[in-house]
């Protein structure tokens, strides 16, 4: 597309990106869909930890119960495993296979950090290594690190585990990640767990499509963010003739599939109560479309993430437990309805994820982060 008809191709404001998108994301209204049918929508839920998913998955269901998704995962139709942004993911197991191939560059470029800790190490034979380990058994990191060690002293123990979870596609077995069970990380690979083999060099336009499905309208480079990749470019142009285009406010050419839903701006958002790191906030390059400026950067301090709650469809303020209480922190003045409306929304996740427990609810003031 030239400039002259980047610049006349129609505008999509603000609020209208921010209700296309959460229509995307199964948060402008509660989905029927299954959990399993969920995940595999929305192409993945951050995991860095055992409950974001499960959160997440509350705030977009109509019927979800936390026990959907353990059995999913308990029956290895769901897995966790680091893909985008070099991150974990609970994904289905059909995008598991498809997905850690699609972002194996990404992993390619973490290991070339760590090529000083492995000096002398040939790397098609830790990868043989690695995976004869962990398919024997599962494996914790420390005993891998401590297998790997073995074989080569002199190389630096993090960057041999990190050569192994890079080569190879890992996947944390259950009873890890499963709602209210405890279980350290154990890995093995992907096939062993799955019984069938990864995808070969998936092409990216299938995964353009189903990105735009789930975060749409988006850039180039709000896909690339989403997945810790780049040069994504030439998937977009081989599928402009299938897709619309449109500017955001300040410009930048925006794809979306024709069918897709862009809701009226003024259709009504409810509150949601979102987990720490949810893709929401984390897949577009312009978060604008539901991060304030104002609001940059106030879900997380360093490594800490904090939890967050959405208003009207933006970024409103964050939420935390302190034993059996559930306190929000909004980052601004709440009128009495919306207090009322956020209230009536906790009451309701808490409901659906810890039934029959009491828990106090109270506003809070937002401490600086």
């Not at 800790?117 to 034979?125: A, E, K, M, N, P």
């Not at 024997?136 to 074989?151: I, N, V, W």
């Not at 499509?209 to 989403?226: C, H, I, N």
């Amino acid at each position: 597309m030239t400039k002259s008809s980047a610049a006349t191709a129609p505008l999509l404001d603000t609020r209208a990106l921010n209700r296309a998108t959460l229509d995307r994301q199964l948060l402008l209204r509660r989905s029927p869909l299954a959990a399993q049918d969920a995940v595999r929508h929305l192409l993945g839920l951050q995991a860095q930890n055992v409950k974001p998913p499960y959160y997440a998955l509350a705030a977009r269901l109509d019927r979800f119960t936390p026990e959907d998704l353990s059995a999913s995962m308990a029956a290895r139709e769901a897995v966790r495993i680091v893909t985008l942004r070099s991150t974990l993911h609970t994904h289905t197991a059909d995008d598991c296979l498809a997905l850690r191939p699609f972002v194996q560059p990404a992993r390619d470029r973490e290991l070339a950090l760590f090529r000083k800790g492995l000096t002398g190490v040939d790397l098609g034979r830790l990868a043989a290594l690695a995976r004869q380990l962990v398919e024997d058994e599962p494996r914790t990191p420390a005993q891998l690190r401590a297998a790997l060690g073995a074989e080569w002293p002199d190389a630096d123990p993090q960057a041999l585990f990190t050569a192994a979870r890079c080569t190879l596609p890992l996947v944390q077995v259950t009873p890890r990640g499963l709602w209210g069970r405890s279980g350290q990380v154990a890995l093995t690979t992907a096939e062993h767990w799955l019984g069938r083999p990864a995808e070969q060099d998936p092409a990216p336009d299938a995964v353009v499509l189903r990105y735009l499905a789930a975060f749409g309208p988006a850039s180039v480079k709000d896909m690339q963010t989403w997945a810790g990749l780049t040069r994504l470019k030439e998937a977009f142009e081989r599928l402009r003739p299938r897709l619309l285009t449109f500017r955001d406010p300040q410009g930048v050419e925006l794809f979306d599939l024709p069918d897709a839903p862009r809701p009226d701006p003024d259709t009504p958002a409810p509150p949601r109560f979102l987990p720490e790191y949810d893709n929401l906030l984390l897949s577009h390059a312009d978060r604008t479309r539901v991060v304030p400026p104002e609001y940059r950067g106030r879900t997380v301090r360093g490594n800490q993430p904090y939890r967050a709650f959405l208003v009207d469809g933006f970024l409103a303020g964050l939420w935390k437990t302190d034993g059996d209480t559930l306190v929000i922190e909004p980052f601004g003045r709440l009128t009495s309805n919306r207090r009322t409306e956020v209230t009536q929304e906790a009451e309701r996740m808490l409901a659906v994820l810890h039934p029959g427990e009491a828990y106090d609810i109270r506003f809070g003031s937002v401490a600086q982060r």
